[in-house]
């Protein structure tokens, strides 16, 4: 089992930026990827960006050149840097842990972005 837990999300104005942050209780060195995910009020929880133990990144096409993911093996954590936030990037962002037998989630931290 493995707790996930994220941090930073906050209120902010649209074209600033913030940082999320997600620890994890156990290595996250054993997952194949780590993610960012993201529901609106009313919408369906969607991909944000994933990354894998290699460093390769994903991004949905909404936040590419705005959003940046990294993780830290050595500190169990993984990070999203957001920037030029829009109020469509308002929402809960959850932090993911998978491998083909394992998936897990965190509670989630709110992003509030106004106009």
């Known amino acids: 089992q493995v707790q996930l837990v994220e941090s930073g999300g906050g209120l902010v104005q649209a074209g600033g930026s913030l940082r999320l942050s997600c620890v994890a209780s156990?290595?996250?060195?054993?997952?194949?990827?780590m993610g960012w995910y993201r529901q609106a009020p009313g919408k369906q929880r969607e991909l944000v960006a994933t990354?894998?133990?290699?460093?390769?990144?994903n991004y949905a096409d909404s936040v590419k050149g705005r959003f940046t993911i990294s993780r830290d093996n050595a500190e169990n954590m993984v990070y999203l840097q957001m920037n030029r936030l829009d109020p469509e990037d308002t929402a809960v962002y959850y932090c993911?842990?998978?491998?083909?037998?394992?998936?897990?989630w965190g509670k989630g931290t709110l992003v509030t972005v106004s106009s």
């Open positions: 990354i894998t133990s290699g460093g390769r990144t």
């Open positions: 156990r290595s996250i060195f054993r997952f194949n990827s």
């Open positions: 993911n842990a998978y491998t083909s037998a394992m998936n897990y």
